[in-house]
């Protein structure tokens, strides 16, 4: 993979105002760390990060830090809800050769049978293990002329050399699988209706709170 330049200042101001007025600048905050190595403050230009963020794992050369320039690579994004612009970034140090798990996307081509199958994809990226410095943008997945019953399990994906799977080999990637259509059974006329029996309801609340790596503020 290709390595994407980006221009990197150190960052002395924090707080939501400073990362407003770093937003209002062009400029993303942004945190460094890995490797043992003390956690950095950055700002990167938006606009050049945006694109290049536009490639899966992209691989960044960070220019113009105080130890020279380092490899880095984007561990977690947060972009504004509405309007999508890039609010925050978490990266993670890299070496050259250093050997990294990460998600790379399926990439679907061809078409199924024609007939009542349907494509059942339960996999959209893939956990590897690959060089850092050549991780694949993605994985090639041939659906065509499967037809219904046929699945693809991970084991049957071609790899690049030098790329593991980090899933079982029998994980199901996508499969073929017959349209049904369900209908709800009518229940018959005059049938006699059943006493009725106090309802018994079993609720249950998700409370999962999700946190995003890096500042909250900025």
């Known amino acids: 993979m290709p390595e ?6 150190a ?14 600048e062009g400029k993303v905050p942004a ?17 050049d990060l945006m694109l290049a963020l536009k ?18 690579l984007p561990k977690a994004v947060q972009r504004d809800p509405v309007r999508g612009f890039l609010e925050h970034v978490d990266l993670i140090l890299v070496r050259s050769g250093e050997k990294v798990t990460i998600e790379v996307p399926l ?33 090639d997945v041939d659906i065509e002329g499967m037809e219904t ?13 030098g ?4 899933v079982e080999p029998d994980t199901l990637v996508l499969q ?8 709800e059974p009518e229940a018959e006329e005059g049938a006699e209706a059943a006493p009725e029996a106090p309802e018994a309801r079993a609720e249950t609340s998700d409370a999962g709170d999700r946190r995003s790596e890096g500042e909250q503020a900025g």
């Open 4 to 9: 994407v330049k980006i221009a990197a200042e």
């Open 11 to 24: 960052r002395t101001e924090f707080g939501k105002g400073a990362a407003r007025r770093s937003r209002r």
């Open 31 to 47: 945190v460094l760390y890995g490797h043992g190595t003390e956690t950095r403050h950055l700002s990167l230009p938006g606009h």
């Open 55 to 72: 490639t899966p794992n992209a691989l960044l050369r960070l220019e113009g830090l105080k130890n020279g320039s380092e490899i880095a």
């Open 107 to 139: 990439r679907i081509t061809g078409e199924i049978a024609p007939g009542d199958g349907m494509l059942n994809q339960q996999m959209v990226q893939i956990p590897v293990e690959a060089e850092a410095t050549n991780i694949p943008q993605g994985i």
């Open 149 to 161: 019953g046929q699945a693809v399990h991970a084991s049957d994906l071609k790899l690049p050399p």
């Open 163 to 166: 790329v593991t799977l980090q």
């Open 176 to 183: 073929v699988i017959a349209r049904t259509m369900e209908e």
